[in-house]
């Protein structure tokens, strides 16, 4: 009998490694199949789990409440699975090079549980090679088994799109790989439990390694030529969304917008491919120069706002901004990588202290990762300049009138809307007599 069949005779079981935005969607699915063990070290984030809580908004509190998932920060449960997924963030550093050590140190913790046959698939975003050459080693070490005898790997990258309804877990086509047809066969028959619409049996573990990277860096090269578009359209007076409007009426257009592109993944990833690029004597060009691209719009916002500001009559210093989403997407609790934070700098290098307002964020976390407070929404009052910097449903559902309640007793064109998003009535907005601008 294979581990495929022990798993869903339920005599083996299968552990998560990270309950996150991407190990939680995962794990539960697994659950209503097989029996699945939950790891996370994070002892908060388990404690709420047990209570009944989604704290990712990703599957929500019911979904948790009813999950047969056994939740743990305990890692010797780890032992009694023998499929383990590896669903840990992969962030940068400063210096915007690969900061493994989240994948580095699930490795350690599996390691030391690892018993023989079974099978370690990571689906955390690396550079190819790091699942062969960085992970295998460390597992090696910390078990005493040999890689390709008594355990095997595999890659299958994560495709979750946070806060997005549609494109979830079971409808998205999942990319498998394993490190011989043997693993491959048993990784993409148990990922076949849980997505509807199949797997992709990649050739080889760096070709699945390398298709994640490449296809976030293939967004983050659209969105910054769109964004380098709005840079010049905006000296030349041009209404950028007008012209994606008009170009989109082409069969072949893209689709693509300007905007802030920040979180987990096409704000990381590029960085991946780069750092391995140039570990291997090559330079990248049209990548890199994406992300300079993408990484300064934050700045080029917060500028945007001053000039808007200025022409308004504001004494800049003294103007009271209100930033509306800090929060890296719309409808989304996850604030990891944002750039709106980027903004927030841009207008404290000019003396301004902006108040942020997030329904959806939680505040402790912006608090954490940004040492920014945010205020409750009924606090905004008096304010000389909104920045609709996220395209929350609240703030898409806002009408003018509910905006205005917003703003302090000024004659209307002294009153500075900034629509990142483009998610307001331009007409509208510039008919009543608003100081308007829109990425």
């Known amino acids: 009998m294979n581990l495929y069949e022990k798993i869903i005779n339920k005599e083996e079981k299968i552990s998560v490694v990270g309950l996150g935005y991407v190990g939680m969607p995962i794990a539960v699915a697994f659950a209503k199949k097989v029996d699945v063990i939950g790891f996370d070290l994070n002892e908060s984030k388990i404690n709420q789990y047990k209570s009944g809580i989604d704290p990712t908004q990703e599957v929500g509190d019911e979904v948790i409440k009813n999950t047969t998932m056994e939740f743990t920060t305990n890692e010797a449960r780890l032992k009694d699975a023998r499929f383990h997924i590896v669903a840990v963030p992969t962030p940068v550093n400063i210096d915007k090079t690969p900061d493994l050590n989240p994948v580095e140190g699930a490795s350690v913790i599996i390691g030391r549980n690892l018993q023989k046959g079974s099978i370690v698939v990571y689906e955390s975003t690396v550079y190819p090679g790091v699942t062969e050459d960085i992970c295998v080693p460390i597992l090696e070490r910390e078990s005493g088994l ?3 005898v008594d355990f095997k790997v595999g890659y299958s990258p994560e495709r979750i799109n946070p806060g997005d309804k549609v494109h979830r877990l079971e409808n998205i086509t999942k990319i498998v790989s394993g490190m011989d ?3 491959l066969d048993e990784i993409a028959k148990i990922y076949e439990l849980v997505i509807e619409v199949g797997v992709h049996r990649a050739g080889s573990i760096k070709v699945a390694e390398a298709a994640k990277v490449v296809e976030n860096s293939q967004r983050d090269i659209n969105i910054a030529f769109m964004n380098e578009l709005a840079m010049v ?15 989109g009426t082409k069969w072949n257009a893209l689709g693509f917008y300007p905007g802030l592109v920040g979180g987990h993944c096409i704000g990381v990833d590029p960085y991946y491919f780069i750092y391995e690029a140039e570990k291997l004597g090559y330079h990248s060009q049209i990548i890199l120069s994406g ?44 604030t990891r990588n944002s750039k709106v934070v980027d903004i927030v700098t841009r207008l404290n290098e000019y003396g301004i ?17 940004y040492g920014l407070d945010l205020i409750p929404f009924d ?31 000024l004659p209307n064109n002294e009153k500075v809307i900034i629509d990142i998003k483009s998610i307001l009535n331009k007409d509208q907005i510039l008919e009543s007599g608003y100081s308007y601008w829109r990425l």
Request: some cysteine.
């Open 146 to 148: 040999k890689c390709g």
């Open 379 to 409: 606090m905004v009052e008096n304010a000389d300049c909104l920045v609709f910097a996220v395209a929350h449903e609240e703030f898409k559902n806002m009408d003018i009138n509910q905006i205005d309640k917003l703003f302090g007793n």
């Open 291 to 334: 992300r300079k691209i993408n990484d300064g719009m934050g700045a080029f916002v917060g500028d945007a706002i001053i000039k808007k500001l200025i022409q308004a009559n504001k004494v800049v210093k003294q103007a009271k901004v209100v930033i509306l989403g800090i929060t890296f997407k719309e409808n989304c609790p996850d």
């Open 181 to 183: 047809k043997e693993s």
């Open 353 to 369: 202290e902006p108040e942020i307002v997030d329904p959806q964020a939680d505040g402790e976390t912006a608090k954490k990762e």
């Open 233 to 247: 359209f905006d000296r030349m007076g041009i209404d950028t969304q007008e012209v994606v409007e008009a170009m």
